[in-house]
């Protein structure tokens, strides 16, 4: 076990067997528990490739029944060794037969034996922590997902993206051992995009005293009046007691600087057995300090649960202090301030990593994102991880937190009250939405009752924010859109916006999708064959599409609709229109899968930022084209804009508010110069110059120093540049990586929608059968010899001497045990035989010859060259009869399956990327030490390139 997982299993005993005192202080504990998980592929419906899951006769009807992994007695030790958050997709090579929305990964209904994954972790709960209520609770796993603990059956969560509980406080082994397993099934996805696959969210173990504050069981809203602000706080207090209990509440609410600004009190409550209720308290806050986009200031309420003079639970809930207000005519208020959304809907893979996000991926992202002006997001289309919700608080980013799926069915219902339940205090949440693009319903009787049932749903949890249903038509007089609290419009090209604000004068207006346009980073020319598109800002989609600035400026010209969500921010894997396979991601974004601006992104940042920018279109690295028009473009928020090419000026122009200049340049090789002016004075340059080839390699960190916490990552970029250190925007070289000190290479990408080259090397193990286990006990150990010599006895033949070791207890002092298993291919990669340990001095004999295994994890290991192999191989172990005999051995065996395992190994491959047009990114994850961390990148032909960070 890593140093990480060591002090995490540390602190976990640590806290689970504090005393008294400890309690007192700190009742209720609450640990990540991401790592040290044995990790492998199952089958989606083979039970003898899926480790002989299901298999067992009474394994669904009897308690405890759980067989292959899902038992809590098999042997996961040949498994390979991982923390979470994990995505097994994104390590999956792409293949032509696999589904766009697998993102073209080798998952799904075509590769069974790639889309189910077996999690199994071991936890150890003291004998003191007995009569607490222990849970486990699973921020996201993707998908189908099955909970074991202690080979008992507990819980099944058919959504990828909801947040679930699962209290396992009756199924423990208190001061022994436990073994929490998942089983994974993502063979079907749920949207039409890469949605990763495996436990991709944290893991959290919580313990608590059976009275407690209940699950998400705080909800904090504030209302400001005048220099004041009074804050209430409903809190659901449940009992898993064996009686009746009686409690007080007593509520400390701390300032952003930790100050505690406000107290209150709640006179003793009951609660019964098996119940929860509701208490509802007021605080008074003077000078609020309120939570917005510039200062998104932060508060915590401590909520104290006291029962017979002591606290039995003590839980903080983080939330702002603003207002929210969405006017029909005026659009959306901040704290009273009018404020234009300038949002973007995402996905949540990144390039490299697939869904699996450390949590400084989702602050980097939206860091990226507020770079370009953006200050709001739509969780497109399932409900936010709650980390990037964290982000958003603290960085000052309004959210539309989306329902998966339209619904009031009792599971579709539970899941949207989890969603609000889990997201309510989050002061970044402005808006929730129940559905999107609801085709089957969306002009229908039903369409518009759904959305009226759920916003009702919606509203009676949380009624201080609106609800919005995002619609792709508003044409019938009934239907979704009909039914929104808050007009959802999907783009402006599909629905007469001014005719239903005319139609529903009461009811505020957004535009939660817009834009829907291809564009490839750094491509000035479709190219088919390479799945590349101009980017050019263009409507791609014909008549039911706008090109990013028709899309903005149709926007800012209405004050009443309060903002536009452009289609996408970030591109992402799947959705591969208009090419499909060999393409394997989007070209929607305003950015590529590596956060990087394309052209329409730039547009945008001079839309929506108040910084004089300018920015020119395309690159001028144009050989063979010497004095023909090239299309140049200029975006910019200046007034005028001035392009020169190689020092002469090619004229000053006015610039329209949200347009773009253009000039038709014959091309010469040099520099292209575009200048702002505003008011008459140059406030702004940007140039375009013609570079030469690549002579070494750039990498440039977001951060130069990162937390050795084994989570933090530093976010780096490749570049490959000329002599004079400029960016080549046509350079292509692959590039190696190598890291040393306390940081790894978590993932890569380049954000070229053709590219397959691989985005994280990994490991894959499979499990082959060795299979045909006879047994035949001897007196003695020379016996065994004699009889595995002696092929040609009478009792090797016999069928009644040699019997499946079930079938016949041995009553000898010694035991000889025999299977057989098939040539691993020679295509396999590495080939080991691991070998369980069953009495000292056991003896391994394979096609006759006794070999000396290895030791690795606590087995013996002997590794296989399938050229030497036969084509059926007989493996013997000999060993003494245990001292308890050899029923319970026998027993305990599966089969024998617990004694012999053949793994094949496909060995990863190396961190390698090219670059696309110039750039790529990889992206450095901490491994839990301080220390110095050097990453370099060589390439044939290129100066080595060279970053150190910190690692502290």
């Not at 504050?213 to 809190?235: M, Y």
């Not at 300038?342 to 994102?369: F, S, T, Y």
């Not at 993932?747 to 985005?759: K, L, T, V």
């Not at 340990?837 to 994890?857: F, H, M, S």
Request: neutral net charge; contains cysteine; charged residues 20%.
């Amino acid at each position: 076990m890593n140093k990480r997982s060591s002090f995490f299993t540390w602190l976990l005993a640590l806290m689970l067997c504090a005393g008294s005192a400890a309690a007192n202080d700190g009742p209720r504990q609450r640990t990540r528990i991401d790592d040290g998980w044995r990790f492998a592929l199952g089958h989606a419906h083979d039970p003898a490739q899926d480790f002989n899951h299901s298999t067992r006769a009474f394994f669904f009807a009897k308690a405890g029944f759980g067989d292959g992994p899902a038992g809590a007695d098999f042997d996961d030790r040949t498994w390979r060794r991982l923390d979470l958050p994990h995505d097994w997709a994104v390590e999956l090579p792409f293949s032509a037969r696999g589904s766009s929305a697998h993102g073209s990964k080798a998952i799904g209904r075509a590769f069974p034996e790639n889309s189910v994954g077996w999690y199994r972790r071991e936890l150890s709960i003291p004998a003191a922590a007995q009569g607490k209520r222990i849970a486990l609770e699973f921020d996201g796993v993707f998908r189908d997902s099955v909970v074991w603990v202690n080979g008992h059956y507990l819980h099944r969560e058919a959504s990828g993206y909801s947040s679930f509980r699962v209290d396992i406080s009756d199924y423990l082994n208190y001061g022994g051992r436990n073994v929490v397993a998942v089983r994974v099934d993502a063979t079907t996805q749920e949207g039409w995009w890469y949605e990763g696959a495996g436990i991709y969210r944290h893991v959290w173990l919580t313990q608590t005293e059976p009275l407690r504050v209940g699950h998400w069981g705080t909800f904090v809203r504030a209302t400001v009046k005048g220099n004041a602000a009074d804050v209430a706080v409903d809190t659901t207090v449940r009992n898993d007691g064996k009686a009746a209990a009686s409690f007080t509440l007593e509520h400390e609410l701390r300032d952003p600087a930790g100050r505690v600004v406000a107290r209150a009190s709640v006179p003793a409550r009951r609660v019964g057995v098996d119940a929860s209720t509701d208490v509802a308290a007021t605080l008074r806050v003077t000078a609020p300090q309120l939570w917005s986009l510039e200062t998104p200031q932060l508060y915590k309420l401590t909520t104290h649960v006291k029962s017979a003079g002591r606290v039995v639970d003590s839980y903080d809930t983080p939330f702002g202090i603003r207002t929210i207000r969405f006017d029909a005519n005026a659009g959306f208020f901040l704290n009273g301030r009018h404020i234009k959304l300038h949002g973007v809907n995402n996905h949540q893979d990144h390039a490299g990593i697939g869904v699996a996000l450390p949590d400084a991926m989702h602050e980097a992202r939206m860091k990226m994102l507020k770079g370009m002006g953006v200050n709001a997001i739509r969780s497109a289309h399932h409900p936010a991880t709650p980390e990037l919700l964290d982000a958003c608080d603290r960085l000052g980013i309004l959210v539309i937190d989306e329902h998966r799926m339209m619904g009031t069915a009792p599971q579709i219902r539970d899941e949207m009250e989890r969603l609000v339940r889990r997201g309510r205090n989050h002061p970044s949440i402005i808006l929730w939405s129940v559905g999107n693009e609801e085709w089957a319903i969306e002009n229908s009787a039903v369409g518009t009752r759904l959305a009226r049932e759920m916003q009702a749903i919606v509203k009676r949890m949380d009624p201080t924010r609106p609800v919005t249903l995002a619609a792709s038509s508003s044409g019938g007089p009934e239907g979704t859109a009909v039914g929104s609290d808050v007009l959802g419009f999907n783009y402006k090209a599909q629905h007469n916006i001014d005719a239903m604000h005319k139609r529903f004068p009461e009811r505020a207006s957004v535009v939660t999708e817009e834009g829907l346009t291809y564009a490839t980073r750094g491509i000035y020319a479709d190219d088919p064959a390479r799945v590349h598109i101009a980017a050019y800002d263009k409507r791609s989609g014909g008549a039911s599409t706008a090109s990013i600035e028709e899309a903005w400026r149709y926007n800012a010209e209405r004050p009443f609709i309060a903002g536009m969500f452009v289609w996408t921010g970030f591109d992402y894997r799947g959705e591969t229109t208009p090419f499909g396979w060999p393409a394997i991601s989007s070209q929607f974004g305003m950015m590529d899968t590596t956060g990087l601006l394309k052209d329409s992104g730039h547009y945008l940042r001079t839309a929506w930022t108040t910084e004089p920018t300018v920015h020119v279109l395309p690159h001028w690295n144009w050989p063979g084209r010497e004095g023909q028009p090239i299309d140049v473009r200029v975006y910019a928020n200046t007034d005028e804009v001035e392009l020169l090419l190689n020092g002469t000026s090619l004229g000053r122009k006015p610039l329209a508010r949200y347009a773009h200049l253009q000039w038709s340049v014959p091309y010469a090789p040099g520099s292209l110069v575009a200048r702002g002016y505003q008011g008459g004075k140059l406030v702004v340059t940007e140039t375009v110059a013609t570079t030469g080839n690549g002579s070494a390699v750039r990498l440039t960190a977001d951060r130069t120093r990162i937390h050795a916490d084994g989570d933090d990552v530093a976010v780096v970029r490749v570049s490959v540049v000329d002599r004079e250190g400029r960016v080549v925007p046509t350079a292509g070289q692959r590039i190696s990586f190598e890291v040393t000190g306390p940081a790894r290479l978590i993932g890569m990408g380049n954000g070229d929608p053709g590219s397959h080259e691989a985005d994280k090397p990994a490991d894959f193990h499979r499990y082959a059968a060795v299979g045909g286990w006879r047994q035949k006990p001897v007196a003695r150990q020379e016996d065994a010899a004699a009889l595995l010599a002696d092929t040609g006895s009478a009792g090797w033949r016999d069928p009644f001497a040699w019997l499946p070791i079930e079938k016949q207890p041995a009553d000898g002092a010694w035991n000889v045990v025999q299977a057989s298993f098939a040539r691993p291919a020679a295509t396999a990669g590495r080939a080991a035989l691991f070998v369980g340990d069953i009495t000292p001095g056991q003896q391994v004999i394979l096609n006759g010859k006794a070999l000396t295994p290895r030791r690795e994890d606590g087995m013996g290991v002997i590794d296989l060259d399938p050229t030497q192999l036969n084509d059926i191989n007989a493996v013997t172990l000999v060993f003494a009869t245990p001292a308890d005999g050899t029923r319970k051995l026998f027993h305990g065996a599966q089969g024998g399956r617990r004694w012999l395992t053949l793994r094949t190994t496909t060995a990863a491959g190396p961190w390698q990327r090219s670059v696309f047009n110039g750039h790529a990114q990889v992206i450095l994850q901490s491994t839990g030490s301080p220390g110095r961390v050097t990453l370099r990148a060589s390439s044939d032909g290129l100066d080595l390139g060279s970053l150190s960070l910190d690692t502290f």
